[in-house]
């Protein structure tokens, strides 16, 4: 079966909401990057808070994207590991086998924690502890509040007021997102972008399920662009 997209000429899913996609085409993040490449560089720890949807893992992807090949990044996303995380093991992991068998660890890695909030306050202090031994140069979170993550009075200090919140969106940034994806497609105006953006609890990452929703439903009904009854169809009154 062919995949729905490419009835719409698009070689790959627009709407694909996989966080190692579209990392080149961040919209208002620019500062937040910023900020987070100059604790990388500077050996820091920094907190990037946000909403479910609106970007925390495309951001720590666009960085482990920007250092691939170095061997210096380390992602992990403890929402599927959390209290089984072992940073030891993660560590030695990098040297690989010689690494396990001679107990070595590598220095000056960069730790991408992501969804920090699912740590236990344990594993937080082991990795304040390679922090402090130079087995980790800098440490980035991302969680949806600051407060969630179970972290130690010592550790907080260390974070001190380096917590960045990523900010909402408006309409002209929803459909920035949208059109860095479609381009000037006329599968969907910019007006159309707009209203699901509102039916979408203006939530980029639900504003992509939704166009990909609708855009189904296009395909099925043999149409080639996305109308206002479309969008009722699939999301209602719902604003």
């Known amino acids: 079966m062919v995949p729905y997209y490419e009835l719409f000429d698009f070689d790959k899913d627009p709407f694909s909401t996989n966080p190692k996609r579209f990392t080149d085409k961040l919209v208002n993040m620019d500062e937040i990057l910023k900020e987070m490449y100059y604790r990388i560089k500077s050996a820091n ?11 925390r893992t495309s951001l720590l992807m666009h960085v482990a994207q920007r250092y691939n090949g170095s061997g210096k990044i380390i992602y992990i996303n403890s929402e599927k590991i959390g209290k089984d995380l072992n940073i030891t093991k993660v560590l030695k992991d990098k040297y690989g086998i010689i690494g396990k068998l001679l107990n070595k660890k590598p220095k000056n890695m960069v730790l991408l924690l992501d969804n920090a909030q ?12 390679y922090f402090d031994q130079n087995y980790l140069r800098s440490i980035i979170f991302t969680c949806e509040e600051f407060k969630d993550i179970k972290i130690s009075a010592s550790l907080k200090d260390r974070i ?19 059109r860095n994806r479609i381009g000037e497609s006329n599968l969907l105006t910019d007006e159309l972008i707009i209203e699901i953006f509102k039916r979408s609890d203006r939530n980029p990452k639900k504003m992509i399920k939704n166009c990909k929703k609708i855009a189904k439903l296009v395909v099925q009904n043999n149409d080639s662009r996305i109308k206002y009854v479309d969008v009722e169809k699939i999301l209602g009154d719902k604003k």
Not at 45 to 54: A, H, I, R, T, Y
Not at 160 to 178: F, L
């Open 45 to 55: 720890l920094l907190v990037v808070k946000g909403k479910s949807g609106f970007g």
């Open 118 to 129: 699912n740590l236990s306050e344990k594993n937080n202090e082991r990795i304040k502890f």
């Open 160 to 178: 001190g007021s380096r917590i960045k919140e990523i900010p909402e969106i408006d309409e002209h940034d929803a459909v920035e997102i949208i």
